[in-house]
């Protein structure tokens, strides 16, 4: 199968780390072409940003070179998710609702654990959005800026890892998920030194994509996930008309 695996962010670094996790857990067979839209933020830490990375988002949706079989989102406020269905009948995936779900199979409750503390707000949100707000018993944010994980020491994983145990203590949860792709490649560390399941999106979602294709499931076209009506766009999105 062929899978777009998309880094909302422009870093070039991020999004060759987030695919190298990604191809860690694939199956034999599974191609992942790692994209990043060609313009919005570096990082995404605000509603911002996070709504310019939706479009890129599309764009790289409705440009991609190769017809993809299945589509992951990897950021964590999952942008543009529901403009990529409407681009696509393939699956399409973000990492916060595949990561919510894993965990609510491992745990009766689970605690985020992510990079800035105003984004947790975002996560709050997509909780109640995906229904999974009773699952998890506490959003935490770091404070380390999304760029840092692209070299992440000693020192960084550390202050996760001091997070991450804070957090099972408090919420009396028995998970821990990641929430920025970013922290993707930390997930096997993490997991070892908590002695709990640490789930990372980027992994979850690639299975959970290459799971949706096996059984032959795409995205409905019935309803408000019917492609978007065929137009003309103006300025940097004339590359989109269809």
């Avoid at 994209?35 to 479009?55: L, Q, R």
């Avoid at 709050?124 to 018993?137: P, S, T, V």
């Avoid at 408090?170 to 997991?191: E, F, K, N, Q």
């Amino acid at each position: 199968m062929n899978l777009l695996l998309i880094n909302p962010n422009t870093s070039k670094a991020m999004t060759q780390a987030i695919a190298e996790a990604a191809r860690a857990v694939a199956a034999p067979g599974t191609h992942i072409d790692a994209v990043h839209p060609s313009f919005g933020p570096a990082s995404i830490e605000s509603h911002f940003e996070e709504t310019i990375a939706a479009a890129g988002v599309a764009e790289q949706v409705r440009l991609a070179q190769q017809r993809p079989d299945a589509v992951v989102i990897a950021c964590f406020g999952d942008p543009g998710l529901d403009a990529a269905r409407e681009a696509t009948d393939a699956p399409v995936i973000g990492i916060a609702e595949a990561a919510f779900h894993a965990a609510s199979f491992l745990c009766t409750g689970f605690s985020v654990v992510t990079t800035m503390t105003r984004t947790c707000i975002t996560a709050e949100h997509l909780l109640h959005r995906y229904g999974l707000e009773r699952r998890c018993r506490g959003v935490h944010g770091t404070d380390i800026p999304v760029l840092e994980l692209e070299q992440a020491g000693e020192s960084l994983v550390s202050r996760i890892e001091a997070t991450a145990r804070a957090a099972l203590a408090h919420d009396r949860s028995g998970a821990i998920v990641l929430g920025c792709a970013g922290m993707a490649p930390l997930c096997a560390t993490l997991s070892a030194r908590l002695g709990v399941p640490v789930i990372d999106g980027v992994s979850v979602a690639v299975k959970m994509a290459e799971a949706l294709c096996a059984l032959g499931l795409r995205t409905s076209r019935h309803g408000d996930y019917a492609p978007p009506p065929a137009k003309n766009y103006t300025g940097w999105a004339m590359t989109l008309s269809s």
